[in-house]
């Protein structure tokens, strides 16, 4: 088998071929292309016989694995970051790269990048031109706020149409009127680039080829409180296939909101949260994060408790975790986010600063309807006994302990006291699916069904 490492650039690429001979590997050939000879590509891999073939993920490999893939066993993709060995190498070059690409290959110690599938590259595309579209709008009207204050002649509706009408009266100099007219114009010729791109993602979302994963994905995170159609597309785009994180800490570190940590000599320090990985998902999380705290009384306790012990900035980046949490669950499971069962009613929980559209939440009623059961024989206290040792005894752990023995059959005993307030989760442990966004919501870090240990 050969084992090939293929350093990729734009203009060029520098192959590698490697043999494993015992435990040595040996170096078959090494060859140099340009990107524009395609052909001579091809006859080269060709001639290879059965190879292996990896390459980094840079953001021009998709058009070389295209044409590859055919040829080969297996075409692998690594992550750039985790082959620091390449990148922190004092003597660096493009045929020590290919070569050390193909001697990973050949021992299988490849970090593995993803590889998103065609819908899912096309749905990165126009979201994040979207988003870009956004970004100009807002820079542009900055801008243009920006000359006016100049002039003591900003007002809050300059972007409305009588706003702009205000505008073209302002007295400006002659290089600021220039300019103004040039913004004006861009801002306007942007307001289209983003409707376009909207209409092209409503069009998207309505594509009759939609594979059905993707359709149950987009109805269960429409589920979430606080959740329109933009922050849909992002989680889903971005995100991808969620199913391939193997817990919800994995896909919070792709998102890059985990906090760093270092360690030495038993000494531990936190550090900041790490930001790799997609800029726009933690953009949505955080907007996210501002509309759950100010309309949910569930979110607003979350927030509220982190604020005062680490501040408002740190605390909301917190829920956006615990957000991201949430919804990789729910996308793992196939459960649809869940206020309360049928059993249960709500009313409104006091909290500061919460819109009178916040979900209702009330006192839960432990198992409200059930028909009584009759004691087991464990349960039967002896004659003689005071009402005080009964209700000890009938209370303490060993009594339970050997009612549930004596009848396995029958139901915990319910709790003394207030029943717990529905608003302590929003969701209802209805299935094993749900429990697992249950245990989320509190922890973040619950793994899948079947997960292999991380």
């Not at 050997?402 to 302590?424: E, I, V, Y």
Request: with cysteine; charged share 25%.
């Amino acid at each position: 088998m050969n084992y090939v490492g293929v350093d990729l650039h734009k203009n060029i690429i520098q192959i590698c071929v490697v043999q494993l001979e015992g435990a040595k590997r040996k170096v078959i050939c090494q060859r140099r292309f340009d990107c524009r000879a395609v052909t001579a590509i091809l006859e080269f891999f060709k001639g290879l016989g059965p190879f292996q073939m990896v390459v980094e993920a840079t953001a021009s490999y998709e058009w070389f694995v295209k044409l590859v893939e055919p040829l080969a066993d297996q075409v692998l993709l690594a992550h750039p970051k985790k082959l620091r060995i390449i990148a922190e190498s004092t003597h660096k070059t493009d045929k020590i790269d290919a070569r050390i690409l193909a001697e990973l290959l050949a021992v299988d110690m490849i970090p593995r990048a993803y590889r998103p599938t065609p819908r899912q590259r096309e749905y990165r595309v126009l979201v994040r031109y979207r988003y870009s579209a956004q970004r100009r709008i807002v820079s542009l009207r900055n801008r243009i706020r920006r000359i006016l204050a100049n002039y003591n002649a900003d007002c809050k509706e300059l972007f409305s149409a009588a706003g702009l009408s205000y505008l073209a009266k302002v007295e400006v100099s002659a290089a600021d009127h220039f300019v103004l007219t040039e913004l004006v114009q861009q801002w306007e010729a942007s307001r289209r680039w983003l409707y376009e791109a909207d209409r092209r993602l409503v069009e998207f979302g309505q594509d009759e080829r939609m594979p059905c994963a993707e359709r149950e994905a987009r109805e269960i995170l429409s589920s979430f409180p606080c959740v329109g159609p933009v922050t849909v597309d992002v989680v889903l785009s971005e995100l991808a296939d969620a199913t391939r994180f193997r817990s919800q800490k994995k896909s919070v570190s792709y998102a890059g909101l985990a906090p760093g940590i270092r360690q030495s000599a038993g000494k531990t320090k936190e550090l900041h949260i790490t930001k790799e990985g997609s800029r726009l998902l933690r953009w949505a999380l955080i907007q996210t994060a501002w509309r759950l705290v100010n309309k949910t009384a569930y979110w607003w306790k979350i927030f509220d408790g982190l604020r005062s012990r680490t501040g408002k900035k740190k605390a909301i980046v917190a829920v956006a975790r615990r957000i991201l949490c949430v919804m990789t669950a729910m996308l793992q499971s196939g459960q649809r986010y869940r206020f309360g069962g049928p059993q249960v009613a709500c009313t409104q929980e006091s909290a500061p600063g919460l819109a009178p559209e916040g979900p209702k939440v009330e006192e839960e009623t432990y198992m409200a309807g059930a028909p009584p059961t009759e004691p087991t024989e464990s349960e039967r206290v002896a004659p003689g006994r005071s009402t005080k040792k009964r209700a000890a005894s009938a209370a303490s752990p060993r009594t339970e302990g050997k009612r549930r023995r004596a009848d396995p059959g029958s139901a915990p005993r319910p709790p003394s006291g207030s029943a717990p307030a529905l608003g302590s989760h929003p969701c209802v442990a209805l299935s094993s699916g749900q429990a697992i966004t249950n245990r989320a919501h509190n922890t973040g870090r619950v793994k899948p069904p079947g997960a292999t240990p991380v």
